[in-house]
């Protein structure tokens, strides 16, 4: 097998040079879009050799309108017979669904076909529907778009369409970023989040409690990046990822240095200077953007104490101003379920949606 190549080339290499040709063989005129959207590492470009093991390969939706949709089974008879057993070295055929493993496939090598792709036929419409709980997402509230996955409104944007006759590329672009109100109401969720807790890094160090100063910097951190995300425009991916997507931000590289010096810093004096370091560039992000009133900018006491804070509950306030007229403005400043470390198995799966917006709307 020649060196490791990004699952995204090699899907877009695999369409042109096997996919393209036997569709145009054998179902000319067929309206279509191809192309690596949704689930997986490769969608988001951080693959490598150890993502190769499950649910990675050549690979693609095929996406057919509605009224074609009865030549699924043909096409993909079709394709199975005639794609080749391996592309640039890797495997086409793919093992059976794990039931006992959420469905996953594995690649499997074979000398002859029919080969069993890791290929899917749908709907555009049943598709979005699947991933989205509608296949319109004109249609989403602002209850609807807090309850979606944000991982999973990344895995659709970053995916890439190798060929759009039916124009996917338009309706995926609805989804590129939260609409204003929901961002601004993210905004004013996490800087509130942070002044729930600003004086608490200093006080439990204070007390010795080292452990408690750095679980509340690491949180306070935590929703610092997400911050970044959020002013920036881009999905922030779930934990496995959220690291390396924030290093790809555009943003200062003080901001990264300085969480990085907060979490790494083993005194509390050095911990809360960083952390101060790090809230003041992020508050200057806010005030940049454009999107709500700018704040005044100040280290100060906190309320007298020995505890240096900028009291980030100003830029909530900021945020929600901006709301008036909403149904968020009466929303609690929770925040999404996805941004909470831990639950993105349950914030990720379509089939809690209706549940999270209602929550959101009672």
């Known amino acids: 097998m020649a060196g490791f190549v990004k699952g995204m080339d090699l899907c877009r ?3 042109r040079d ?14 279509y879009s191809a192309g690596l959207i949704g689930y997986g590492s490769d969608v988001l470009g951080y693959d490598d050799p150890v993502s190769t093991d499950h649910m990675w390969g050549p690979r693609l ?3 057919l309108r509605e009224c074609d949709m009865g030549l699924a ?28 493993d959420n469905g996953v496939r594995h690649p499997e090598y074979v000398e002859s076909g029919p080969v069993h792709p890791l290929l899917w036929i749908r709907s555009f419409g049943d598709f979005l529907t699947e991933q989205l709980g509608t296949p319109n997402p004109d249609s989403l509230s602002c209850a609807d778009w807090l309850a979606l996955s944000e991982h999973r409104l990344l895995s659709l944007v970053s995916g890439q369409f190798f060929h759009d006759g039916l124009d996917c590329a338009a309706v995926v672009e609805k989804l590129r970023f939260y609409p204003r109100p929901v961002r601004l109401y993210l905004i004013a969720s996490a800087w509130d989040s942070i002044a729930s807790e600003q004086a608490f890094l200093r006080r439990a160090g204070d007390v010795e409690d080292d452990i ?4 509340i910097c690491a949180r306070i951190c935590e929703r610092l990046m997400r911050l970044c995300f959020l002013y920036k425009g881009v999905y ?3 934990s496995k990822w959220f690291g390396t997507a924030f290093g790809k ?9 300085s969480i990085r010096e907060a979490l790494a810093a083993d005194n509390v004096i050095l911990r809360e200077e960083k952390l101060i370091r ?3 560039l992020t508050a200057q992000m806010h005030n940049e953007s454009g999107l709500a009133a700018p704040v005044p900018v100040s280290v100060q006491d906190y309320y007298g104490r020995d505890i240096r804070v900028i009291f980030a509950e100003q830029w909530a306030e900021a945020a929600m101003s901006e709301l008036s007229g909403t149904e968020l403005k009466h929303f609690p400043r929770i925040g999404s379920f996805s941004q909470l470390a831990g639950l993105s198995d349950f914030s990720d799966d379509p089939a809690n949606y209706r549940k999270i917006a209602d929550f959101y709307r009672e």
């Open 13 to 15: 290499g695999f369409y």
């Open 18 to 31: 096997c996919v393209r040709g036997i569709l145009d063989d054998c179902f000319p005129g067929l309206a």
């Open 61 to 63: 939706w095929l996406f």
């Open 73 to 100: 089974g043909e096409i993909m008879s079709v394709l199975s017979h005639r794609l080749p057993c391996t592309y640039r070295g890797y495997s086409v055929n793919f093992s059976a669904p794990d039931a006992n």
């Open 212 to 215: 408690g100063s750095r679980l």
């Open 236 to 238: 922030a991916p779930y």
């Open 249 to 257: 931000l555009d943003i200062d590289p003080a901001i990264g240095q």
């Open 278 to 280: 790090a809230m003041v």
